[in-house]
Antibody, heavy 124, light 109 residues
């Protein structure tokens, strides 16, 4: 059974870089059928896609965050990571990692399963 | 930017049928996915490819599509179905970018 687990600091100072890692267990991150994604949810608000990565390193980012986001993959550790630079209080959110099942790119794709999420607070 | 539109809230009595809609101009050409999120928990996939149900999801959950609107239907709603529900699809750009609807709070009266 595939499981994902987010890890990283729960508190980040304004203007600094948020860094999170997602560890995948029970399956290989190098599977050709899947991408891997980051999604966030500010307190009391809805879900926002941050970006996705393929095991080869190909990345896709939300245009609204693209200038500040970097997603990378480490297949040797079965992990993928998120870096979000120049954070502000508006970046305070629960951050989820999830497997993105891509049947037909840009037509048929969705997330399953999800990690439990980790709350990151941006505050001095 | 491309948007998926959901009603903010839907209310239904136990045993009745709840219908949650999601509208988007590109939905006739793309499949929608639905997620259930209970307080303090991660989202769970309940419908994929507009109308397919993952294993382990109760049969009372179903999905349908008509034109630019997809609908999540919960038949015989139970108290445990009270949750936020989100639709998700690819955006309209032709790239594998993801977009979520704003979410619908289902209240079981």
């Amino acid at each position: 059974q595939l499981q994902l687990q987010e890890s990283g600091p729960g508190l980040v100072k304004p203007s600094e870089t948020l860094s999170l890692t997602c560890t995948v267990s029970g399956g290989s991150i190098s599977s050709s059928s899947y991408y891997w994604g980051w999604i966030r949810q500010p307190p009391g608000k809805g879900l926002e896609w941050i970006g996705s990565i393929y095991y080869s390193g190909s990345t896709y980012y939300n245009p609204s965050l693209k200038s500040r986001v970097t997603i990378s993959v480490d297949t040797s550790k079965n992990q993928f990571s998120l870096k979000l630079s120049s954070v502000t209080a508006a970046d305070t959110a629960v951050y989820y990692c999830a497997r993105l099942i891509v049947v037909v790119p840009a037509v048929d794709m969705g997330f399953d399963p999800w990690g439990q999420g980790t709350l990151v607070t941006v505050s001095s | 930017s491309y948007e998926l539109t959901q009603p903010p809230s839907v209310s239904v009595s136990p045993g009745q049928t709840a219908r949650i809609t999601c509208s988007g101009d590109a939905l006739p050409k793309q499949y929608a996915y639905w997620y259930q999120q209970k307080p303090g928990q991660a989202p769970v996939l309940v419908i994929y490819k507009d109308s397919e149900r993952p294993s382990g999801i109760p049969e009372r959950f179903s999905g349908s599509s008509s034109g630019t609107t997809v609908t999540l239907t919960i038949s015989g709603v139970q108290a445990e179905d009270e949750a936020d529900y989100y639709c998700q699809s690819a955006d309209s750009s032709g790239t594998p970018h993801v977009v979520f609807g704003g979410g619908t709070k289902l209240t079981v009266l």
